[in-house]
């Protein structure tokens, strides 16, 4: 897969048989939202608002730590969010799965658990969208965030954000298996907003923004014991591992910190076992807050977590504030 992406972020030639599948993938994929939009397919509302935080792009570009960082931000002026997810990577034995801290990843998948760990609030997982943001309607919450849910369609939404990396944007701008995309790059015509991971290279037809992850702590696996970013709670060189949708992402930021490491990318979502944090010296090992929460059974004294957090640009936060202004006025 990192192969195929690289070649998709510099639209590489041996990509060009490829382009009349992307055409009908692109086609079929107007045609599913047209069939949305007329009625033909249900469309859900829920009774509360619900803003959707995805991208078009296959890969990762940020949006989780967003979804964290609003909820929060949500919950400093009043409101009782609560998250809704897919689960993408578990198998609960029945939905709508309601999420904890403590919930099996193999169950609700990797960033639900993560998120119901850095938020403290609710989150429910369900292939079945609708039906976990009802559970959490239900709950008590007063306005959901969909973590990723673009194309899910069956849900509606008030705002919908796009989240995309400023460096790389959306590749060479074609759909799969052509390109990066989901959806063709006309469907940002319809969304609320779009935000760059980092400064956005390129003009956009809605209004755009940005946003930082920077680094905010070293925890401990096994403990959960936290330290200053500034104070490196280990010594020398480390193994860095990145099972996440941009694993160089991970890697610059370590070299930003001016940690030495060698590097051990691997696949998005991957599922971790104790071997995978075993290797024959006795370095230390430092890894996302994502792959932490399927590590965490089985982590050795050497186990580190880089936590990291979404910061918006003012500007954002302005225009977010305008938004549910205007909702709360309906």
């Given at each position: 897969m990192s192969r195929l992406q690289d070649a998709w972020y510099r639209d590489a030639a041996w990509l060009m048989p490829?382009?009349?599948l992307a055409g009908l993938y692109a086609s079929v994929m107007d045609a599913r939202r047209r069939a949305y939009q007329r009625g033909t397919k249900t469309v859900w509302t829920p009774p509360?608002?619900?803003i959707v935080i995805g991208n078009l792009s296959v890969g990762g570009t940020g949006k989780s730590p967003l979804v964290a960082w609003m909820?929060?931000?949500l919950v400093e002026r009043g409101w009782h969010p609560g998250i809704?997810?897919?689960?993408?990577g578990g198998h609960a034995r029945r939905y709508p799965l309601y999420v904890t801290p403590e919930t099996s990843p193999v169950e609700a998948g990797d960033e639900p658990v993560m998120l119901a760990a850095q938020t403290g609030l609710p989150v429910a997982v369900d292939p079945d969208r609708p039906r976990a943001a009802r559970k959490l309607v239900a709950a008590g919450c007063d306005i959901l965030l969909s973590d990723d849910g673009l194309q899910h369609l069956a849900m509606g939404r008030d705002i919908e954000l796009v989240v995309v990396d400023g460096a790389r944007g959306f590749g060479n701008g074609r759909c799969l298996p052509a390109g990066p995309l989901r959806e063709p790059l006309s469907r940002l015509d319809d969304v609320d907003a779009v935000i760059g991971n980092g400064p956005l290279q390129q003009?956009?037809?809605v209004p755009h923004y940005s946003m930082r992850l920077v680094p905010s702590r070293w925890r401990h696996l096994i403990d959960d014991v936290c330290y200053p970013i500034e104070g490196r709670p280990f010594n020398g060189r480390v193994h860095a591992l990145a099972g996440i949708g941009h694993p160089s992402r991970f890697f610059e930021t370590l070299e930003e910190l001016d940690v030495a490491f060698d590097p051990c990318p691997l696949a998005d979502h991957h599922r971790f076992d104790a071997a995978d944090l075993q290797f024959s010296d006795n370095r230390p090992v430092v890894m996302t807050a994502k792959d932490a929460v399927k590590c965490r059974l089985f982590a050795h004294e050497r186990?580190?977590?880089?936590d990291v957090e979404a910061h918006p640009?003012?500007?954002?936060?302005?225009?977010?504030?305008?938004?549910?202004?205007?909702?709360?006025e309906r």
């Open positions: 490829l382009r009349p509360v608002p619900l909820a929060r931000w809704v997810s897919r689960g993408y003009d956009l037809p186990c580190w977590v880089l640009d003012p500007a954002l936060v302005t225009w977010l504030e305008g938004r549910l202004a205007a909702l709360t």
